[in-house]
């Protein structure tokens, strides 16, 4: 039976950053996948084609609606769907080689198979065809990660009934696609068809679009997609469905109780994620989850088994691929006797609508839920060359700091290129920044970045430059 320093079990970028980790620690590692292909949910049925068809559908909603205004006149335009899933495809299929390579590379052993405990250091890993091997580890690492959420009256059919994993691989451009969520992955799969021209209508039960983050970035990107066409029944719960032939129907009541009911030909569930960890044999080794399948860690992503260890969605919170890899790097840093530390409240949380929205620290709510007195500067993305440039003016930028100190608190925005902008306020804030700091730093003209500085100096003491 080969022997390892350390297993780790799932090959998301939880799992495959910590076998990295490991590997350059002098470790012997082992990683085990169910399915062929490396990368987890994040690279096949994840961020990557997500990405790769938002890139795709947003250069045609370009070429469709703005080129124009740019002075560029196309005729014949037409979307080639076939083509834009084949380059989704073959983008996926170079990353995940990547990450076969990156195995390779580092010496790690790649075991494709379901893993489970037999006890607290042997794994078996039974393979497709029925066959099995034993492999003996002194620590493990579980990053078996999720799966798509349902609720109990719709099940998946996959055909019109679809999760994201279906959504992300339609061979048609639906005429109406029903969204039930409006979070991150609603939206971002429902921007996709929008711009390829579905009528798209979006049901969420909160108040608000991207409920978990600050109000302000609901109320502006709500705005910017109902421009965009889509539709929304906010305050809505859906309470039953039906599939017949080829059209979905959903029973609906608002918080009025009033009946409402919509039909499309597809509707996608994109209703959260639930942890995955069927099959692991977690009876077998104690190790427990809590009432919503979470398998429970401490500070250190130790279980309740001494060498057996937990990361990424499986474990909750942020369920967003690089929290899973900065546990990936954390956890293999503390089995090698470091002492790593992962600020959670400095987590960005973005979302790849266009405009995009991004944000990190605290939002107004939970300042305020907490009690601390904090000033709010403002930048709108219509003030910045740039933007007129580009033509993308919609959005904004929110910065809050706090009242005495002037140390940035959060930072919240929407606007282009917001997910690449929010790292300058994931760097301030790591070295405990004021709005000051950001707001006398140079920042080159013209960018977006601008907007950061100059909402940065309305929190400071209200005098933004440009506006
Ligand atoms: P996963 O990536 O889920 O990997 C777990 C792996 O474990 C899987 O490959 C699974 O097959 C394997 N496995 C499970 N059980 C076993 C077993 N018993 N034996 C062997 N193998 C097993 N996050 C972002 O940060 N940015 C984004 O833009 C983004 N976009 C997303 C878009 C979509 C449509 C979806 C669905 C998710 C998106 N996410 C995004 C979330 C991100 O994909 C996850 O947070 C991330 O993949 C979690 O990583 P993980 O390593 O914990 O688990």
Not at 40 to 62: F, M, Q, R, W
Not at 108 to 116: A, C, K, N, R
Not at 161 to 175: C, G, R
Not at 404 to 429: F, N, Q, S, Y
Request: glycine fraction near 10%; charged fraction near 25%.
């Amino acid at each position: 039976m080969n022997t390892y320093d350390v297993s780790v079990i799932g090959s998301g970028p939880g799992g495959y950053i910590a076998a990295i980790r490991c590997a350059q620690l002098g470790k012997k590692v082992a990683i085990v996948e169910r399915y062929p292909t490396l990368g987890g949910t994040c690279l096949n049925v994840g961020c990557i084609p997500s990405k790769a068809l938002l890139d795709s559908s947003e250069h045609y909603y370009n070429a469709e609606k703005n080129c124009k205004t740019h002075g560029i006149e196309l005729t014949g335009l037409r979307c080639n769907f076939k083509s834009m899933r084949k380059r989704k495809d073959k983008l996926v299929s170079q990353t995940t080689d990547g990450v076969r390579y990156l195995m390779d590379k580092n010496g790690i052993d790649v075991y494709t198979g379901w893993g489970s405990f037999r006890d607290a250091t042997q794994l078996q890993i039974k393979k497709e065809g029925g066959d099995s091997v034993e492999i003996q580890s002194a620590k493990t690492i579980i990053a078996t990660g999720s799966k798509p959420g349902t609720l109990p009256f719709l099940p998946l059919d996959k055909k019109r009934v679809i999760s994201s994993t279906e959504a992300l691989d339609l061979k048609e451009i639906p005429e109406h696609l029903l969204v039930i969520g409006g979070g991150a992955i609603g939206l971002e799969l429902g921007s996709v068809y929008r711009r390829l021209g579905s009528q798209v209508t979006v049901i969420e039960y909160a108040d608000r679009i991207i409920p978990t983050m600050d109000a302000a970035l609901s109320k502006e990107l709500m705005k910017c997609l109902k421009k965009r066409g889509f539709a929304f029944e906010l305050s809505t719960q859906v309470t039953g469905a039906t599939v017949q032939d080829d059209k979905v129907s959903l029973e609906a009541k608002d918080k009025k109780g009033k009946s409402l009911s919509f039909t499309a030909d597809y509707c996608l569930l994109a209703v959260g994620r639930k942890p995955y960890t069927e099959g692991l044999g977690l009876e077998r080794v104690g190790v427990q989850t809590d009432d919503r399948g979470f398998i429970g860690v401490d500070e250190h992503w130790q279980t309740q088994r001494e060498n057996i260890y937990a990361i990424g969605d499986v474990t909750g919170g942020a369920m967003l691929a690089h929290k899973a890899e900065e546990e990936g790097v954390a956890v293999a840093e503390h089995i090698d006797g470091q002492k790593p530390h992962i600020d959670y409240n400095l987590i960005p949380h973005v979302v790849y609508t266009w405009p995009e929205v991004a944000a990190v620290g605290q939002t107004e709510s939970q300042l305020e839920e907490a009690g601390i007195a904090y000033k709010s500067g403002e930048f709108p993305m219509r003030a910045l060359g740039r933007a007129r440039a580009s033509g993308d003016v919609d959005g904004a930028i929110k910065v809050l700091a706090d009242e005495k100190t002037d140390e940035v608190l959060g930072v919240h925005m929407v606007g282009a290129r917001a997910a690449d902008l929010i790292v300058e306020a994931v760097v301030a804030m790591e070295f405990r920044a004021s709005a000051e700091d950001i707001g006398r730093i140079c920042h080159p003209h013209p960018t977006y970045s601008e907007a950061v500085k100059e909402a940065a100096l309305d929190a400071f003491n209200g005098r933004p430059l440009n506006r």
